[in-house]
């Protein structure tokens, strides 16, 4: 494979939490204890940088999962992603320690105002030189809403309807400032030309803006856009949205049917499918020889607890599963009401039930357990053997979800990396300064309107 082949998107998967997104992760014997230090998000950041990754970036909720049992106990004790702290000041660390990594935060579009959101990103991506992601969420839960002051959570398609018009604020925002508007002649006192700053004037059924925006344009033009809807909605806000789509499946073919999905929502959405990147979540556990695979897997697995997928569960489902008999059928009622939707389908799918139980969503999304996702195990050369099938045929890249912070994504780069390197399909240096330009996108170079109104 030549120099000149495609490459392989690769987006490391964190949290500004005490664990990875395997809540076991913090158990491990190798684990680090310093998670409430710049240092430790810095050491993985210089890490993924010298491996020439894309972006990290940060998943993030707005409550602590607290659905099951209506208690926050469990993961108070268990440390079940009990610690939540801003990504943004997070990634702002990490951006202070490196040069070319992208870094994406999630911020929510149910319980954020467009211009705060707007401001802070453009803000971010100004201070990183252009390396900055929004990866946009509606939330999932009402343990969020309650921490925000309101009794329940947005019903699904609603909260959907409500983040397009939060993205026409937000875009309008991010491009009301022409790339040339700002002059900065000292002689003359001049220091913008005022008509290449346009005013974002929008109306529509849920969210209103009217006023300049205050932050020139950026030097990708605007952040990156992450998404993660997998529901017949969230996948069509992603065609519409989204520059990186993020996926789950646990096996090609399922992939290649998700890749074409996602590839054609773009498409219906009159952008082109070959400007977005699909990167599915991964697991990697690698080692130089079989036997110390072996050993690496097995501490690894059982690292898991029951108790952490009950909790996740719940919170992404916002039901509570504390108070039902594990064999017992959920209602098309109580089905209708999971909030996590693509979730949902995805354990009807795989049960071949139209009314699952609570084993059956234990037991089929495998949720708090290492196989929640897909999961490449082997040497270097069985790793990369498996991100090569995949690639192309039902991704553009991965997201990598670690094990072990920060050794999951240690033994990837010293191992992994210089084996795709070989074969071409991993970078061996940074093409360009910005996020935009390293995943293969150009910049935005469009202009707000001025005074068109949004509708819902």
Known sequence: MTSSSPQMTLIAFLQAQNCSNYVGSWRHPASTPDFLTPRYYQRIARTLEDARFDMAFFDDRLAMPEIYGHSSDLAVEHGIRAVKMDPTAVLMAMAMATTHLGLGATYSTTYYEPFHVARLFATLDQMSGG??????????????AANFGRDLHLGHDERYDRADEFLEIVTRMWTSWEPDALVMDKESGR???????????????????????TVPRTPQGQPVLLQAGMSGRGKAFAG?????????FKNRDAGIANYRSVKQAVADAGRDPDQVKVTPAVGVIVAETPEQVRLKEALLRGLAREEDGLALLCEGLNVDFSDRDLDEPFSDEDLARMSWQGLRDGVLKASGKSHPTVRDFVHYSRRGTLDEAGMFIGTPEQVADQMEDWFGTCCDGFVLAAGSLPGSYEDFARLVVPELQRRGLARTDYADTTL??????????SVAQTTEAGSA
């Open 131 to 144: 390396r900055v992601a929004w990866n946009i969420v509606t939330s999932l839960n009402d343990s969020e």
């Open 191 to 213: 220091f913008a030309d005022p008509a290449k700053v346009h005013p974002t004037r929008y109306r529509g059924k849920y969210l209103q803006a009217e006023g300049t925006f």
């Open 240 to 248: 519409r949205w989204a520059d990186v789509v993020f996926t789950a």
């Open 436 to 445: 935009r330009g390293n995943l293969g996108l150009p910049p935005v170079t």
